[in-house]
């Protein structure tokens, strides 16, 4: 969704789900049946590569899985509350599958429902999808269930840190990287890039930490409110959405910044606590799904603020991300692709040139290299193209 660094890599679309029970359904990675648990029951978080304290129990594997703990939530990379209707339609889901003769299935792209009870649910939640009036609440209870299935599906099979299938878990290979204090990311994620293994905005918390690289889910209620209160504490001349939107003024790094500086007198960027954080938003989902993302933040930029929300351009380049993942022009890269951009650029701004940033932003595009070759290896292990399908022919040199 963002102008493409030309170094940056392609990431091949991978998706898998859970593995207690395999039925394999596609190409893709087999699917698992979920088991019920009672209730009251207590679970450990699932197993991650880089927390070993939070694997199931064989008691958890051998007679039923429990709701969603708070932890295991946080694992997955957040420091925000679990989401109260996430909550309650994980609940709804493992109760209907108590009562029911049927199991919950995961598999194929997406590792989306499957069988006799994705039948049922879907009746269910579109009949309930149907009764909401609201706009706002439809979108509330898309994301939720969104997120809901992707948790359950993806339980005990992905690593929590990396959203790769623990035979593949890359944690080991990623080096961390402190961003420099000034800086804030704010991954505006739709809710099916939620858990993709091929998503790079995870990336950033991975190299950065959860404090610099916050994860704001679109259509939580919880999330959006967290990051909309951090830009208010900002202020919105400290706000800027990283999105090519030929509908509202765009200005480079490099114009932004000449700007900030000489309405400031008194920036000193040098000093420890110095000035506020700079807030960048990058939108983390398809290029149909940013259209939606973008307009839903510009709202509410309109009714705080009553104007756009700033826009930044980055530097344009035929990337390597469209050898393996399909793009909808040559000019535009991954999530993380973006913010090495803007890294870049904001260390050629004289006054930070003395931060590292460059630094960093190589330790994220180190982190995108960890990520193609473990995708690159599993596809080829597992017997897939690792080439895409040619989109482009007459605007390449």
Same mark, same amino acid.
């Given at each position: 969704?963002?102008?493409?660094?030309?170094?940056?890599?392609?990431?091949?679309?991978?998706?898998?789900?859970?593995?207690?029970?395999?039925?394999?359904?596609? *190409? $893709? %990675? +087999? /699917?698992? #049946?979920? @088991?019920?648990?009672?209730?009251? *029951? $207590? %679970? +450990? /978080?699932? #197993?991650? @590569?880089?927390?070993?304290?939070?694997?199931?129990?064989?008691?958890?594997?051998?007679?039923?899985?429990?709701?969603?703990?708070?932890?295991?939530?946080?694992?997955?990379?957040?420091?925000?509350?679990?989401?109260?209707?996430?909550?309650?339609?994980?609940?709804?889901?493992?109760?209907?599958?108590?009562?029911?003769?049927?199991?919950?299935?995961?598999?194929?792209?997406?590792?989306?429902?499957?069988?006799?009870?994705?039948?049922?649910?879907?009746?269910?939640?579109?009949?309930?999808?149907?009764?909401?009036?609201?706009?706002?609440?439809?979108?509330?209870?898309?994301?939720?269930?969104?997120?809901?299935?992707?948790?359950?599906?993806?339980?005990?099979?992905?690593?929590?840190?990396?959203?790769?299938?623990?035979?593949?878990?890359?944690?080991?290979?990623?080096?961390?990287?402190?961003?420099?204090?000034?800086?804030?990311?704010?991954?505006?994620?739709?809710?099916?890039?939620?858990?993709?293994?091929?998503?790079?905005?995870?990336?950033?918390?991975?190299?950065?930490?959860?404090?610099?690289?916050?994860?704001?889910?679109?259509?939580?209620?919880?999330?959006?409110?967290?990051?909309?209160?951090?830009?208010?504490?900002?202020?919105?001349?400290?706000?800027?959405?990283?999105?090519?939107?030929?509908?509202?003024?765009?200005?480079?790094?490099?114009?932004?910044?000449?700007?900030?500086?000489?309405?400031?007198?008194?920036?000193?960027?040098?000093?420890?606590?110095?000035?506020?954080?700079?807030?960048?938003?990058?939108?983390?989902?398809?290029?149909?799904?940013?259209?939606?993302?973008?307009?839903?933040?510009?709202?509410?930029?309109?009714?705080?603020?009553?104007?756009?929300?700033?826009?930044?351009?980055?530097?344009?380049?035929?990337?390597?991300?469209?050898?393996?993942?399909?793009?909808?022009?040559?000019?535009?890269?991954?999530?993380?692709?973006?913010?090495?951009?803007?890294?870049?650029?904001?260390?050629?701004?004289?006054?930070?040139?003395?931060?590292?940033?460059?630094?960093?932003?190589?330790?994220?595009?180190?982190?995108?290299?960890?990520?193609?070759?473990?995708?690159?290896?599993?596809?080829?292990?597992?017997?897939?193209?690792?080439?895409?399908?040619?989109?482009?022919?007459?605007?390449?040199?």
């Amino acid at each position: 969704m963002f102008t493409s660094v030309p170094s940056f890599r392609a990431l091949t679309i991978l998706k898998c789900s859970n593995h207690h029970t395999f039925i394999r359904t596609s *190409m $893709a %990675a +087999p /699917p698992q #049946t979920i @088991a019920t648990p009672p209730p009251t *029951m $207590a %679970a +450990p /978080p699932p #197993t991650t @590569a880089m927390d070993a304290s939070s694997s199931p129990s064989m008691e958890d594997h051998n007679h039923g899985r429990s709701y969603i703990s708070l932890r295991e939530w946080q694992n997955w990379g957040t420091d925000s509350p679990f989401p109260t209707q996430v909550a309650e339609i994980v609940e709804e889901m493992i109760a209907s599958e108590t009562q029911s003769d049927t199991q919950m299935k995961f598999g194929g792209l997406g590792g989306k429902l499957k069988g006799d009870f994705k039948t049922q649910e879907d009746k269910k939640h579109r009949a309930k999808y149907k009764a909401l009036d609201d706009s706002e609440q439809k979108l509330h209870f898309f994301s939720a269930r969104q997120i809901a299935c992707r948790l359950l599906g993806s339980r005990g099979y992905l690593c929590q840190k990396c959203w790769l299938p623990l035979e593949d878990c890359m944690c080991s290979r990623v080096v961390p990287c402190n961003l420099w204090h000034r800086i804030r990311f704010w991954l505006y994620m739709h809710p099916k890039d939620f858990l993709r293994q091929n998503n790079t905005g995870k990336l950033l918390w991975q190299v950065f930490g959860i404090n610099a690289a916050k994860l704001c889910l679109f259509g939580i209620a919880e999330h959006e409110e967290i990051m909309w209160k951090a830009f208010m504490d900002s202020g919105r001349n400290n706000v800027w959405c990283l999105y090519p939107n030929k509908n509202t003024p765009i200005k480079s790094v490099e114009e932004i910044f000449a700007e900030y500086i000489s309405n400031n007198l008194h920036f000193e960027p040098n000093q420890i606590n110095a000035g506020e954080t700079f807030n960048f938003i990058l939108l983390d989902g398809t290029w149909s799904n940013s259209a939606a993302m973008f307009r839903r933040l510009k709202e509410r930029a309109d009714l705080l603020w009553g104007d756009d929300l700033p826009c930044i351009s980055l530097a344009t380049g035929a990337s390597a991300m469209h050898k393996l993942r399909p793009q909808p022009s040559w000019d535009r890269t991954c999530t993380a692709g973006a913010a090495v951009a803007l890294l870049d650029e904001l260390h050629f701004v004289s006054q930070f040139n003395s931060f590292g940033l460059d630094k960093q932003a190589e330790a994220v595009e180190n982190s995108v290299d960890v990520l193609l070759t473990s995708l690159t290896g599993r596809r080829l292990r597992m017997g897939r193209s690792i080439t895409r399908r040619q989109r482009h022919h007459s605007d390449i040199c």
